[in-house]
């Protein structure tokens, strides 16, 4: 059985080191912006959406998604 998430305001979040692209960050601000969130807060929340819907098995995430390898 999978843990579920918490996302108690208590808990101690763990920091990490993140690197983006100057463009991918613009994007994420822009996101953030229009979802009334901090940067932080939008990676957060996205990825956190992602780990739910993986968990609830539901194929793919985001449908066709080309990878760009210099993102």
């Not at 953030?32 to 940067?39: G, L, T």
């Not at 819907?53 to 990878?67: A, Q, T, V």
Request: overall charge positive; charged content about 30%; glycine content about 6%.
């Amino acid at each position: 059985m999978v843990p579920a998430m918490d996302n108690r305001k208590d808990t101690p979040k763990k920091q990490i080191p993140l690197r983006l692209s100057a463009s991918l960050y613009k994007e994420l601000a822009a996101w953030a912006e229009d979802d009334f969130r901090s940067v932080n807060g939008q990676i957060e929340y996205l990825l956190t959406e992602c780990v739910r819907r993986r968990r609830k098995g539901s194929g793919k995430l985001f449908g066709n998604i080309s990878h760009d390898e210099n993102a």
